[in-house]
Structure formats: C-alpha cells, structure tokens
C-alpha cells in the first residue's frame, strides 16, 4: 500500500470518526430540545388543567347546585372532572396527538379507569404525598410519550359524589350506577391528572438530522479526500516519482547531461536542487576519471 493510500485512508478514518461524533453529540442536542419542550408544554398544560379543575369546583359547580338544587345532578356542569375531560377532549381534538386523562384506580366513568402503567405512577404517588407531580417516559400503541401526573388529593368535598353510594343523588346512581368509584377516603390518592407530550416524531427528526448531517458529511469528506488526492498526484507524488527514476538513473550513472527540472520552491523542490548538484557532481567526477 503505497504512502499516499496509507495516507488518505488514515485522514478518511479520522474523518468518520469526526463526522460520527458529531452526528451524536447533535442528536444528543436534539433530543435534549425535544425533552425540554416536552417539559415545558406539559407543565403548561398540567396547570391549565388543574386551574380548570380549580374554578370549576370552587365557582361553577356550586352555583349550579345552588340553582338546580343538591338533589339534581348534570355531570357536564356539576363535575369538575367531567367539564375537564370534556375541554381536554376538544384540545387534544385540535391538538392531535396530545392526551389529558384523569387516570383513576376505581373510576365513576369506565373510560377513566387507569391502565397498569399509570396505575403504578398513582402507587408511587400514593407512597409519597408530598410530590406534587412526576414525570417520565411511557409508550402507548407504539408511540413514545413524556407524560407529567399530578395526584388528585380527596377532599371532603370529593365524598358528596366519591363517598357512600347511598349518599349521592338519585340522579348520579342512575347514569354511573352504584359499584365503581365509592367509598374514597379523605387524604387519599385515588387518581391522577396525566398530561401526554408526544414525543415520537420529534424525536423521529431529531435522529433523521442526525443521519442527514452524517451521510452529508460523510459526502463532503469523500469530496474532500478526492481533491486532496489530485493535489497529493499532481504536487508530491508525481514529483517523487521522478526524483525516484532520477536518482536511480544517476545511480548507475545515466543521462548526467539531463539536468532535473522540478518546479517546486518547498521541501521537494529542495530535494530536486540536492539531487540535481549530486548529479553534476558525479558528472564532474567521471569527467575527472576520464
């Protein structure tokens, strides 16, 4: 393998290996952004969420019992869960991909009932009261998610609709019936709100700019060693290979008389100047002998 080869596939090699870390640390960028927006967007939403929560139960719901009587029950303006559910459906509506759920062990509504990955969040929530939210990671139907839960503390207020069956209204017992969603304690952690980021195709992109960057800069460097390649032929190679022939025909004492023309002002240009008195030396010489 000749030097200029040697010489190429070593700068190819640094090269990838350059180019390959700079793909990673730029996916690595990439999926830092993606995770910090993920962050952001679902503590925005969380809070939305749980301000909506907030003057729903503090302000709706109990002027609309105070009209229509404590007796009567309409989930859609005497529940805050189910105002929630019903603003989160027409978000993530408008927002597709997006998900608000308030995930429960033992739901009213079916549909909230809270599958095995949530429910375990809702345990670690239920073992340490003191956090106010948690995140993570979870994938659903093949998509990969960034969810924030915040536990939904039980209240007294919570026990007019959560307490014993018997006590709620006539109304309530006849459209969610009187087996699921009773007998909450006061303090407990029965459910969470969890908000869904979606993070696949972010992600997604982030990887494909990462390949995108690699495969272009794999790309340019080729280009690169092909320039460097012809400069390598025209300006050192050729050059030496002369000097080469030259030397070995000064060796054996042929055309003395050829003077070596290398058009060349650094090293190897100084090295065809040395060659060349060394070959009018050798001719002075045998002039001498002669």
Not at 84 to 94: L, P
Not at 224 to 240: D, E, H, R, Y
Request: net charge positive.
């Amino acid at each position: 393998m000749s030097i200029r080869v040697q010489f190429l596939f070593w700068v190819l090699v640094v090269c990838l290996v350059a180019i390959g870390g700079v793909g990673y640390t730029s996916l690595q960028f990439s999926k830092q952004a993606v995770f910090k927006e993920a962050v952001d967007k679902a503590a925005l939403l969380g809070s939305y969420t749980e301000a909506s929560l907030h003057y729903s139960r503090t302000q709706a719901v109990p002027m609309v019992k105070h009209l229509v009587g404590e007796e009567r029950f309409y989930p859609e303006i005497m529940s805050g869960f189910v105002m929630a559910r019903n603003v989160a459906d027409r978000f993530t509506h408008t927002q597709p991909g997006y998900a608000i759920k308030n995930a429960a062990i033992d739901p009213l509504w079916p549909e909230s009932k809270a599958d095995q990955q949530e429910l375990q969040v809702i345990a670690d929530l239920k073992r340490d009261k003191s956090l106010k939210n948690t995140t993570g990671f979870m994938v659903k139907n093949g998509k990969e998610f960034f969810y924030e839960a915040r536990p939904m503390v039980i209240t007294e207020k919570c026990l007019g609709c959560h307490g014993d069956p018997k006590d709620a209204s006539r109304d309530q017992i006849m459209i969610y019936g009187a087996e699921n969603g009773y007998n909450w304690k006061v303090g407990d952690v029965t459910s969470a709100m969890f908000v869904y980021v979606p993070v696949s195709e972010a992600l997604a992109i982030a990887k494909a700019s990462a390949v995108k960057l690699v495969v272009m800069g794999t790309a340019y460097s080729l280009c690169a060693l092909l320039l460097m390649a012809v400069f390598l032929g025209v300006k050192i190679v050729t050059p030496l290979k002369t000097l080469c022939k030259r030397t070995e025909e000064i060796s054996l004492g042929k055309n003395l008389d050829t003077p070596i023309t290398v058009k060349s002002n650094r090293e190897i240009g100084e090295l065809a100047r040395s060659i060349d008195r060394l070959r009018l030396n050798i001719a002075r010489l045998i002039k001498k002998k002669s």
